[in-house]
């Protein structure tokens, strides 16, 4: 039996402060014993046109600077802490991950070699990247749908399958939105993914944007090996994640829910049960004496 995965999704909800990254880091690994932490990597300039780097935020109160480049700056870590942050993972006892969304963050995580490396739903379409990890890394490539069309994923799988990387690729059923009302999760994605491209992929994971844990249980009962959730200390704390992300307790939760449901998802391995049989003796024993 497999358990899936559950991957704290530290992001950048650390605010730029490694030592609160490390702080989190150690409560996703010893308070809610997740199996990964993951972070984000991005090289803004790259990313963003001059134009968008010096305008304003454009939620003023999440912003940690004074422009929207400047605040993506003050949340990014450069190469060297994430080696750092990985590092702390092993001390913890958890695995390590990062998103990258562009080519150059991705060709810096690859040179970390971490397990896996995530590529978020708003990026799944730059196709130089996804083909530098696919020839140049030799991890498990893990990818979200969210905002995609079936035909792109399609393409994305493809691609992959040029590359002979299809068998490490793990893809994501996700809605896009900071939080999701529940009529928009729409779990059964997890069922199409499969029937398209369980045959031709490693697994099937869910990245949810939602609140509560309940949905993640509902999406182990429908086939997902991984399960990712954003991670908090406080959900109150300035930034655009926190409001849809889970906070100590309830990743514990979360984990403990998702390992003992995976353990109920089974058939009766003989008819009667050995912890049915006393049952049986004691309160069947009259029942049937009268059949002829």
């Known amino acids: 039996m497999k358990i899936p995965k559950v991957i704290a999704e530290i992001g950048c909800n650390h605010k730029g402060d490694i030592e609160l990254a490390r702080e989190m ?4 690994a010893t308070f809610a014993k997740c199996d990964f932490v993951k972070f984000q990597k991005r090289s803004n300039k790259e990313l963003l046109t001059p134009e968008e780097y010096n305008a304003a935020h454009p939620n003023p109160i999440n912003s940690f600077g004074d422009t929207y480049g400047a605040h993506r700056e003050y949340l990014e ?7 750092l942050l990985q590092q702390y993972c092993r001390e913890f006892g958890v695995g390590y991950s990062t998103s990258v969304w562009d080519l150059t963050s991705a060709k810096q995580i690859a040179g970390l070699n971490p397990e896996f490396i995530k590529i978020p739903s708003a990026c799944n379409l ?3 990247m996804l083909e530098f990890l696919a020839q140049e890394y030799h991890g498990d490539i893990h990818i979200s749908v969210g905002m995609t069309t079936p035909e792109e994923q399609e393409q994305i799988v493809q691609l992959m399958e040029k590359s002979h990387a299809a068998r490490r690729v793990v893809l994501y059923a996700c809605t896009s939105g900071y939080p999701v009302p529940f009529e928009q999760v729409c779990l059964l994605e997890l069922q199409s993914l499969q029937e398209r491209f369980g045959a031709r992929i490693k697994e099937i994971g869910f990245s949810g944007h939602h609140l509560g844990i309940a949905v993640d249980i509902a999406a182990v009962a429908l086939g997902a ?3 990712e ?3 908090t200390l406080d959900r109150t704390w300035k930034g655009t994640d926190h409001a849809a992300s889970l906070e100590p307790d309830g ?8 390992r003992a449901v995976t353990l109920a998802l089974t058939l009766k391995e003989t008819p009667i049960l050995e912890i049915e049989a006393p049952q049986r003796r004691k309160l069947k024993r009259m029942q049937g004496v009268h059949f002829n």
């Open 25 to 28: 880091i150690g409560i996703a």
């Open 225 to 227: 090996s991984w399960i």
């Open 77 to 83: 870590f450069d190469v060297e802490q994430h080696r």
């Open 251 to 258: 990743l514990r939760r979360l984990v403990r829910d998702v």
């Open 126 to 128: 730059n196709f130089p």
């Open 229 to 231: 959730r954003h991670f």
